[in-house]
């Protein structure tokens, strides 16, 4: 895990973010996934649903430092990403 690549993404607890900004990740989740977010409760009762994901292990959260971005992926897509990394890294 020492290659640049690995130094790029870093996992981020949920438990580290403030409430709010944790709150705003998962609402810009939900509605990307195409959950039914027509309703204000519908926003909550599926961003409740992802933070017990989260809380499961289900779910993680990746920041990727040189853009700046976040992103929520299942732990199995994670997994793939990061072994197609590897993959990349081998062929550099």
């Known amino acids: 895990m020492n290659s640049p690549m690995y130094q790029r993404f870093v996992e981020?607890?949920?438990?580290?973010?403030?409430?709010?900004?944790?709150?705003?990740?998962?609402e810009v989740f939900v509605t990307r996934q195409g959950y039914d977010t027509?309703?204000?409760?519908?926003?909550?009762?599926?961003?409740?649903q992802v933070k017990n994901q989260l809380a499961k292990g289900d779910l993680v959260i990746l920041?990727?430092?040189?853009?700046?971005?976040t992103e929520v992926m299942t732990l199995q897509q994670a997994k793939s990403f990061m072994k197609g990394l590897d993959a990349l890294n081998e062929d550099i």
């Open 38 to 48: 027509t309703t204000e409760e519908g926003i909550h009762n599926w961003t409740d």
């Open 12 to 26: 981020i607890p949920a438990s580290l973010l403030q409430a709010e900004t944790l709150g705003a990740l998962l």
């Open 63 to 69: 920041h990727d430092i040189e853009t700046e971005t």
